[in-house]
């Protein structure tokens, strides 16, 4: 009866959590640009074997806007281009069931790492892990949206479970040993952060699995057996890493790899320079010398920017300040969370620490400390960036945040418990009643999360989607037949990419244009009769269609008494003017 139960409970956990990501994915917020230009690299190595600017299957990175962009994101696209077309959800569906996937893996994690004992006083848990994370808005918003982050979050997730299960079988299960290499390796194929994270992760791993297998406190000795008895397998699984990590290894130093790097780093930042310059003249001595090193102030930087990850405000009242990492009415974790991660953090220190009769295995404990060390090192890359707090960089944390927090409810069932208890409350039900409120509360989280984040946000926040370029250009592609020169501006970002995607462009000739056509960063600035321009007052050549704001709009026609006729308007959600489409005479 019970593992009947925990079948209908995983279903509808399952279910709420394809409901929650797949909800009107493709029509509730329009494609921010870098996924319209996924999707069409997608659909042109679907077409043609290349990416739009001509390159032939990029195995490392694509370029995209002068930068480099890690490649699988791109190829987990193509099977859905090919099944259902260019489309939003297309560009959409492989995050969806990232999403899914981690939802999935920290049920399957909790399951695999947590003791026996553990387990049995408090089933719930792993079912109480995939709920929070099914519903979480961290989760959720990066679930809902074309990012690379989230499909790496799951590689690294279900790469860490592969090696688990491999350790737990004595080292036997090869199978579980290679698919968690491949996971880990393909992560660092799909985002920058991950080919920091990844290798430590693996090698911290091969850590634990080292201390499971010592049987005394002898390191020396136990550190050279493991060694005896495991070279073979250490021997192939570094042969395999080597293997499959080569092309990134051979590109370390070309833009593939360090582009993005040298452009977010705070240690292209000039400022610290010359304040180490004017610290070191000011204070001409030793001291000044050490305290002003621009090595030390990077180092005070990096960690200010590693606690900014901590913020209070950050992670429960109003997240990531970027609009499209978060609601803004929620951070990215729900209020209540703030209680359970404080108990989850008390409950690892406390299963950590030496005593007598200790309940916990060592195993255990030094999953823990995995556990630890993989939130520690997932946090450093997105550290010693510019932008921080950032929720996108450091989302490989999440299955960590998810495990803690669902530790900190069984914690907290327990001190309620005992409170109840104090005051002769008894029931054989208690926890499962404690447990209930704490899944209505939750839903309560969640009912106000999802109102304000399908009702509200989509319109609050909709020109941070870049909204109404959809509509622009298909009304656009009836006015233009290619006879007069069209103009549009690049105000909103993007237009060439966008004019593409929704254009369906066969990439065949975008290809052939990138030979010959004006760029910006990569940026197309002309296709065919187009021209994508600054501004309006750029425009040399009459008649012409003419496509911007209705201030850009408007100022062309005073400014230069040009005679023009407004052939569409296209209206926000609040039918104020994003795009007018006019034809301009002299």
Known sequence: MKIHLNKILFTIILLLAIFLRLYKVDTLLSPYWEEVALGYDAYSISQTAKDHHGNFLPFVAFESFGDWKPSLYFYAIVPFIKLIGLDVLAVRLPSVLAGLSITIGVWQLLKIILPKKLLTNKPYLPLLGMFVTAISPWAVMFSRAGWEVNLATSLVLWGVICFVKFIKTTETDYQSLICSILLLVLSMYTYHSTRIIAPIVGLILIFVWFANSSKSSKFISNFQKFIDKNLNTLLIASFVTLLLTAPLLMNLRSNTTTQRFKETSIF???????????????????????????????????????????????????????????????????????????????????????????????????????????????????????????????????????????LGIGLFIDEVQKLLLKINFRHKRLPSVILIFIVLFYLLELAVFWRNYTLIYPKQYEHEWQSGYEEMIINLNKYNDGTIPVYITREQGRPAMYYWFYSKTDPRTVQEWDKIAKMDQGEYLEFENIKFVNSLQEIFNLPAIVVGSKKQIESISVDNQFKIKILNSIPDSHNNSIWQIGKLDE
């Open 268 to 406: 292209s930042n000039i400022d610290i320079i010359e304040e180490s310059n004017r610290g070191q003249l000011a204070q001409d001595n030793i001291f000044g010398k050490i305290f002003y090193h621009r090595y030390v102030l990077f180092g005070r930087e990096v960690l200010i920017h590693y606690l900014d990850h901590f913020n209070l405000n950050f992670l429960f009242i109003s997240g990531d300040v970027n609009p499209r990492h978060s609601s803004q009415y929620f951070g990215q974790l729900y209020h209540i969370e703030f209680v359970y991660l404080v108990l989850g953090v008390i409950f690892v220190l406390s299963a950590l620490r030496k005593v007598k009769n200790d309940p916990y295995p060592r195993e255990y404990k030094n999953y823990l400390w995995f556990l630890i060390g993989w939130l520690i090192i997932a946090i450093f890359p997105a550290s010693i960036t510019k932008a921080t707090p950032h929720s996108l960089r450091i989302l490989p944390t999440l299955p960590v945040f998810m495990v803690f927090i669902t």
